[in-house]
C-alpha cells in the first residue's frame, strides 16, 4: 500500500480559499485512483471529491461542486485539492485516500472502496 501524508489544512474566513497537499511515498501513484473525504464533529465521513488514476476524469460532492478541483502529478506522486469560496459548514477534517485500479478510469466516491487513508488535516473556516 502506497503511505499518505496531507497537509495545507488552517484557519481561513469564509469566503477565502485553501490548497490541500498529499504527498505519497511507498510506490508511485500512478496507478491509483485517489479521493478526498472529510468528516466533521458528529458527522459520517463525507465524500468530497475523486480523481482517476490517469486524471482523465473526476467527481465531486454535491456541496463542493464548481467550489473545489482536484488534479493530480503522478511525477511528484501528489494529489491537490483546490478549496475555494469556502463556507463554514466546509470545516471539517479532510483525508486523502487511494486505491489501485486497473483500467486507469477509474474513480471513487465511496470511502469503503479505498484502502489507504491518510491522517488527516484540520481545515476550520470562520464565518
Known sequence: QVQLVESGGGLVQAGGSLRLSCAASG??????ALGW???A???EREFVATISSTGTRTA?????RGRFTISRDN???TVTLQMNSLKPEDTAVYYCAGRTSVWGSEYYTSSDRYD???QGTQ????S
Open 27 to 32: 510506490r508511485s501513484i500512478n496507478t491509483y
Open 75 to 77: 511525477v511528484k506522486n
Open 41 to 43: 464533529p458528529g458527522k
Open 37 to 39: 473525504f472529510r468528516q
Open 60 to 64: 465531486y460532492g454535491d456541496s463542493v
Open 116 to 118: 489507504s487513508w491518510g
Open 123 to 126: 481545515v476550520t473556516v470562520s
